[in-house]
Each structure stands twice: as structure tokens, then as C-alpha cells.
């Protein structure tokens, strides 16, 4: 993992992508790295950064980065899965370009909430909403995992945007990976409910952040799961109408 200043680059290239895991697993995590996106004609590459558990009915919280041709803006494509099921997407454009210098992501998931946050800035919160019966990832350990790969079938306007192979090797940047959280070690959490004091409420999630969240909803979101009547004609997801973002 990359720690002290380090910084990993990953590379895709026609033959092969790449990508990276932490040592430690999690159940309840803040994590954050600083990432600096592929420049230039990015258009059908991935590169992520989001926590994962395994098998068939896995968790996962996901940031992911859909590249775009030269000039137009990266796609912020953010998801929750539980159990296997995710369909909770909500998708962002950026505030700067991503690919010119490194900024902070993160990844803050609590008993109380999942929060996406960029340079410190909240994008997206998922409420803890199980006890009306809205799944919530809560029970499987998960690792982080940060990848590059092609793409290109669906990542950039919908797969009409094919991958450019005379631009590659395409490199994303990683550096400053922090983590703290519950770790998890054969079955056992490192956590009691007073070691932690985020763990168990809204970590410093005031209304001045909640108005920095609207602030980019309203000006930056492009899609949300909450408002797409085609994938749910049949009715919205519950959390969609309990203000969970």
C-alpha cells in the first residue's frame, strides 16, 4: 500500500490493466488516497478506488472514474452494493480537472452512514436506513482495492466512445493512502463502542457540510438512481423516498 509520500502508478496498456489492495481488511472504515486521473484521451479506461468484500454476496462501496476524449469532462460514478445488489448509482462531474494535479478522495462508512467525499468536500451520503428494511452493508469485512482497466463497452457515453490504443500506456497516480477504521483479524473486530467515537455517530457531518453536499448536487450531479423512472417503473427504491441524499 502506498504510505509515507510514496506514490504508485498504474498502468493499462492493450495487453494487460493493473491494480492494488490493502493489507487490512475492514468492518467500518474511513479511507482516503490522493489520485491524479489519466490525462488526455482517457475515453473507455476506469480507474477506481473503492472497498470491497468477496463472494458471490459481497458489499462494496465504489468510487469510480470514467474517462472521457480530450476536453470533456471525467465522470465521478459512485455506487453501493449489498449482498450483491447495487443498482444505487449516482454520478458526478468535477469542480477541476482531475488529471492536472492529485486530490483527495474518501471514503467514510460508520454504523450511521456511507459518506463519498472529494478534497473534503461530501458528494454523496448513503443513510443507515436497514431498520425500514433498506439493506445496508454492516455485517462483511472488506478490503480497498484501487484499479485501471479497459472499459470500453460501456465506461464513456455508453460504450460509443472505444479506447484509443495509440494514446496508451495510460497511467493514473496514487499517493498518501490513509486509513482508520475497525480492522478485522480471524472474525474479531479491533473496534469497541468506545474506542472509535466516528464509528458510532456522524463523524463531524454538520449542516455546513450538508450544504456544501447540496451545493454539488445541484450544480454537479448528472444522474441519480433516485430520479431514473425508466430502471424503476415500477417505483423508486425505498431509501429514495426516506432523504438519504
Same mark, same amino acid.
Given at each position: 500500500?502506498?504510505?509515507?509520500?510514496?506514490?504508485?502508478?498504474?498502468? +493499462? $496498456?492493450?495487453?494487460?490493466?493493473?491494480?492494488?489492495?490493502?493489507?487490512?481488511?475492514? +468492518?467500518?472504515?474511513?479511507?482516503?488516497?490522493?489520485?491524479?486521473?489519466?490525462?488526455?484521451?482517457?475515453?473507455?479506461?476506469?480507474?477506481?478506488?473503492?472497498?470491497?468484500?468477496?463472494?458471490?454476496?459481497?458489499?462494496?462501496?465504489?468510487?469510480?472514474?470514467?474517462?472521457?476524449?480530450?476536453?470533456?469532462?471525467?465522470?465521478?460514478?459512485?455506487?453501493?452494493?449489498?449482498?450483491?445488489?447495487?443498482?444505487?448509482?449516482?454520478?458526478?462531474? +468535477?469542480?477541476?480537472?482531475?488529471?492536472? $494535479?492529485?486530490?483527495?478522495?474518501?471514503?467514510?462508512?460508520?454504523?450511521?452512514?456511507?459518506?463519498?467525499?472529494?478534497?473534503?468536500?461530501?458528494?454523496?451520503?448513503?443513510?443507515?436506513?436497514?431498520?425500514?428494511?433498506?439493506?445496508?452493508?454492516?455485517?462483511?469485512?472488506?478490503?480497498?482495492?484501487?484499479?485501471?482497466?479497459?472499459?470500453?463497452?460501456?465506461?464513456?457515453?455508453?460504450?460509443?466512445?472505444?479506447?484509443?490504443?495509440?494514446?496508451?500506456?495510460?497511467?493514473?497516480?496514487?499517493?498518501?493512502?490513509?486509513?482508520?477504521?475497525?480492522?478485522?483479524?480471524?472474525?474479531?473486530?479491533?473496534?469497541?463502542?468506545?474506542?472509535?467515537?466516528?464509528?458510532?455517530?456522524?463523524?463531524?457531518?454538520?449542516?455546513?457540510?450538508?450544504?456544501?453536499?447540496?451545493?454539488?448536487?445541484?450544480?454537479?450531479?448528472?444522474?441519480?438512481?433516485?430520479?431514473?423512472?425508466?430502471?424503476?417503473?415500477?417505483?423508486?427504491?425505498?431509501?429514495?423516498?426516506?432523504?438519504?441524499?
Amino acid at each position: 500500500m502506498v504510505n509515507n509520500n510514496e506514490l504508485l502508478t498504474l498502468i +493499462l $496498456d492493450r495487453g494487460s490493466g493493473s491494480g492494488f489492495e490493502s493489507k487490512n481488511e475492514y +468492518l467500518f472504515a474511513k479511507v482516503q488516497m490522493r489520485i491524479k486521473l489519466v490525462s488526455g484521451n482517457s475515453a473507455g479506461t476506469v480507474t477506481t478506488f473503492f472497498l470491497s468484500s468477496k463472494g458471490d454476496y459481497h458489499d462494496e462501496i465504489d468510487f469510480e472514474f470514467l474517462g472521457n476524449t480530450s476536453g470533456n469532462p471525467y465522470i465521478v460514478h459512485t455506487n453501493v452494493f449489498c449482498e450483491g445488489i447495487g443498482n444505487r448509482e449516482m454520478q458526478f462531474y +468535477l469542480w477541476f480537472d482531475p488529471t492536472a $494535479d492529485f486530490h483527495n478522495y474518501t471514503i467514510f462508512w460508520n454504523h450511521q452512514h456511507i459518506v463519498f467525499y472529494v478534497d473534503d468536500i461530501p458528494i454523496r451520503e448513503f443513510k443507515n436506513f436497514q431498520d425500514k428494511g433498506v439493506p445496508f452493508p454492516q455485517y462483511q469485512a472488506m478490503r480497498l482495492y484501487s484499479s485501471l482497466w479497459d472499459a470500453d463497452n460501456w465506461a464513456t457515453r455508453g460504450g460509443l466512445e472505444k479506447t484509443d490504443w495509440s494514446q496508451a500506456p495510460f497511467k493514473a497516480y496514487y499517493e498518501n493512502y490513509n486509513e482508520d477504521g475497525c480492522f478485522w483479524y480471524n472474525g474479531y473486530s479491533s473496534c469497541t463502542p468506545n474506542s472509535n467515537s466516528w464509528l458510532w455517530g456522524n463523524f463531524d457531518y454538520d449542516y455546513a457540510m450538508k450544504g456544501q453536499m447540496k451545493w454539488v448536487q445541484d450544480n454537479y450531479m448528472i444522474y441519480s438512481y433516485c430520479q431514473d423512472s425508466k430502471k424503476f417503473p415500477q417505483g423508486y427504491p425505498l431509501e429514495c423516498y426516506l432523504n438519504t441524499y
